[in-house]
């Protein structure tokens, strides 16, 4: 089911489960229990009368219902999920906290994508927002492997959605310097995408291609991190896309001066600081016109 799509069947469930209500108490004087258990299931169809009864039964008008289910309702989810995306962008890991928090009571994420969607985020905020990220990181790699439970219990033949929750794990232990860890998890990751018929965001392959870069540049392995910042650039390339670029070509330059090939170094630098300017990163320009004074001194 799509994230931004929601039926009748669910807000009933949502409803009804947020207002504390059991179903037998919901379906007296209007269904069946059996029949109350396929509406919310959406394998039955209400009709108007028991979704009038249903409504008063859950203290909510019989016009909410259908405001619930309309494109305003889906377009508040799809809000609230790209301003959690844009402060995640930004690394305000407190914004989206305080957006998550908010909304785990609101019966529009009362649904599986839903609940999925905000469980994922707090557990990024849990450890990146912790004062202790050695005690929070086992509880956010927890809640994170429970968020892809969500949807896929025995996590195999994972979505894309799916696969970037895995990401975040690895992300995290990248971040806690867990390289060899972080790294199994990657390459998991890109044979998983692999497998996908298709990709709705090429992005999550770079993620996962420069996270893999990186953590294989911090264990001094040059040559194999060289091996996937080639294939990052050259999917950027394919995706007529810079996001990421930029970074490939700067780790790449990385690479090549740990390996002792200044010039290849001085030529990654040169690319990259071409696409930090035309996208005004003005703070990664700097840091490689540094790394180009440095090469240009020895």
Known sequence: MDEHFINMGEIIQSLR?????????????????????????????????????????????????????????????????????????N????????????????????????????????????????????????????????????????????????????MAIAIIEKDSKELEQSIIIFKDILEEIDTLPSLGDPRVRLRALFGLAQSLSNLERYVESLIYCEKGIEHCINDDSLFLLGEFLYQAALNNVMLGSNEDGKEYLTKSLHIFNLQENSNLAELVKGQLEKIASQ
């Open 91 to 166: 690394r305000n890991y407190q914004a989206i906290y305080e957006i998550v928090q908010r909304e785990m009571d609101n019966p529009l994420y009362n649904f599986p994508l839903g609940k999925q969607y905000l469980l994922w985020h707090q557990a990024i905020c849990l450890y990146y927002l912790s004062d202790s990220k050695d005690k929070e990181k086992d509880l956010a790699i927890r809640r994170l492997n429970e968020a892809i439970e969500i949807t896929n219990p025995k996590k195999t033949s994972l979505t894309e959605r799916e696969i970037e929750i895995k």
């Open 17 to 89: 489960v947020y207002k504390g209500l059991d179903i037998e108490e919901v379906a007296e004087d209007i269904c069946s229990v059996e029949e109350l258990e396929l509406i919310e299931k959406n394998k039955q169809s209400p009709t108007l009368d028991q979704l009038s009864e249903l409504a008063i039964k859950l203290n909510v008008q019989l016009s909410d219902l259908f405001d619930f289910v309309n494109a305003d309702s889906f377009n508040y989810v799809s809000a609230v999920n790209e301003l959690i995306k844009k402060y995640k962008r």
